[in-house]
C-alpha cells in the first residue's frame, strides 16, 4: 500500500474543495471496495477523503413528491431493512440482499455500491495489462479468461462488467443520482449514471472533478411495482458470488395484460443494462412466457460473447423470461434466509 494523507472532511464544501481538480484524491466511507484496492495498489491514492461526517450523506427520508431520499452514506443493511423501502420498493430491497455479506452489507455504503470497480480478474491484478486500470495498456481479458465478462455493450479497450447488484433494481425504478460538486447540485438519471466503456474505460460513470454522490432518490410512480417484482440472481455458489447474470424486473399489470413493465440486467454490461424497446414490447400483451421471451431478445440483441462466456447469452435469455414470470405470479425469488424475521 502506498503512503497517503488522511482528511476528514467538516463539510461538503470541504470534501468538494479537496476532491476539484486533484485526481490523486478519493472519498473513503465504508472503505470496503478501495481499502481491498490499496491493498492491492491498483489504487495508489494521495490523499483520503473521508466522508463519514457529513450530515447531507446520512438518512432515508421522505422527497416532497412521495419518493424516498436514500442518503449515500446509509448502509447496504439500512437500505434492505428499512420498512418503507420493502414495503413500497421491495424490488431494490432484494436486489441488495442478494449482493456481499451481512458484514460487508453493514459496512458497505449507498453512494459506495454505485461507485465500486469492476471485479474482473485483470483490473485486480496489476502485473497484468488493463486499460482500466492503466490506459493504454492493453486488456488482458480480450484473449484471456473472460467467463465473468460483458456480453453487451463492451468495446475493444474494455469489456469489464459492472458488479453491483442495487443498481440494476435503481435501474429499472427510473431512480436519480443526486450529486454536489463544484458547481453546485445537479440530478442524474440512473441510466446516464454509469457508461459503456468505449475509449475510456477508465471512466466508469460521469461525475465530474470535485463532485460528490449525496443521494439516491426513488420516484413515487416507482411504488407501482411493489406488488409484482423479482430480482433473480445467477452465480456460481449461492452466497458472496457477483452475478454472472442478473436480472430486476418488475410489471404493472391489469386484466391479465401488462400496463407496464421494468426490466434491467446485471453482470452483463459496464452498467445495468436497460432498453426501452424490450419495456415497450410488452405493454398491452398478456403476461406469458412467449412475450417475456420477446422482450428477452430484444434486450439481448446485438449480444457479443467472448471466447468463455458464450453461455451467458442463452442464461440471460432463460433468466428474463423466470424473473418476469415470477414478478407476474407475484411470486418473487426467495430471499427467506436474508430478511429479519
Ligand atoms: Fe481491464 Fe476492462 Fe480489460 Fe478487465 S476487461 S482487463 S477491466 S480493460
Not at 122 to 148: H, L, M, Q, W
Not at 205 to 229: C, M, Q
Not at 279 to 293: Q, R, Y
Request: net charge neutral; glycine share 8%; charged share 20%.
Amino acid at each position: 500500500m502506498n503512503r497517503f494523507s488522511y482528511h476528514r472532511a467538516e463539510t461538503l464544501a470541504d470534501a468538494i474543495s479537496h476532491l476539484r481538480g486533484n485526481p490523486a484524491a478519493a472519498i473513503i466511507a465504508g472503505g470496503t471496495n478501495l481499502v481491498d484496492l490499496m491493498k492491492y495498489e491498483v489504487e495508489r491514492p494521495g490523499e483520503l477523503v473521508d466522508v463519514t461526517g457529513l450530515d447531507e450523506l446520512r438518512g432515508i427520508s421522505e422527497t416532497p413528491d412521495g419518493g424516498l431520499r436514500i442518503g449515500a452514506l446509509v448502509p447496504n443493511s439500512d437500505v434492505a431493512y428499512d420498512e418503507r423501502i420493502y414495503a413500497r420498493y421491495p424490488l431494490l430491497a432484494h436486489a441488495v440482499l442478494a449482493g456481499a455479506t451481512p458484514q460487508l452489507r453493514n459496512a458497505a455504503t449507498t453512494g459506495g455500491n454505485l461507485n465500486q470497480r469492476t471485479r474482473c480478474y485483470y483490473f485486480n491484478d496489476v502485473a497484468t495489462p488493463c486499460n482500466k486500470r492503466e490506459p493504454g495498456s492493453g486488456c488482458g481479458a480480450i484473449g484471456g479468461v473472460n467467463r465473468i465478462h460483458a456480453i453487451i455493450g463492451a468495446s475493444d479497450h474494455c469489456i469489464a462488467t459492472h458488479p453491483s447488484d442495487m443498481c440494476v433494481a435503481l435501474a429499472a425504478l427510473d431512480a436519480e443520482v443526486e450529486v454536489v460538486g463544484p458547481d453546485g447540485k445537479r440530478r442524474i438519471a440512473f441510466a446516464d449514471y454509469h457508461r459503456l466503456p468505449g475509449d475510456e474505460p477508465q471512466r466508469d460513470n460521469t461525475l465530474r472533478s470535485g463532485e460528490i454522490v449525496v443521494a439516491v432518490t426513488l420516484p413515487r410512480e416507482a411504488s407501482a411495482f411493489a406488488g409484482n417484482y423479482s430480482y433473480l440472481k445467477l452465480r456460481d455458489r449461492l452466497s458472496y458470488a457477483f452475478a454472472l447474470v442478473s436480472v430486476a424486473a418488475a410489471l404493472q399489470i391489469d386484466g391479465g395484460r401488462i400496463a407496464a413493465p421494468r426490466l434491467a440486467l446485471g453482470g452483463v454490461a459496464h452498467k445495468p443494462w436497460r432498453r426501452s424497446e424490450a419495456e415497450e414490447v410488452l405493454v398491452g400483451m398478456s403476461a406469458d412466457d412467449a412475450s417475456f421471451s420477446r422482450a428477452a431478445d430484444i434486450l439481448l440483441a446485438g449480444a457479443q460473447p467472448h471466447e468463455h462466456n458464450a453461455f451467458k447469452i442463452d442464461l440471460a435469455r432463460r433468466a428474463i423470461v423466470r424473473a418476469l414470470s415470477q414478478a407476474a405470479s407475484g411470486t418473487p425469488q426467495s430471499l427467506t434466509d436474508k430478511r429479519i424475521a
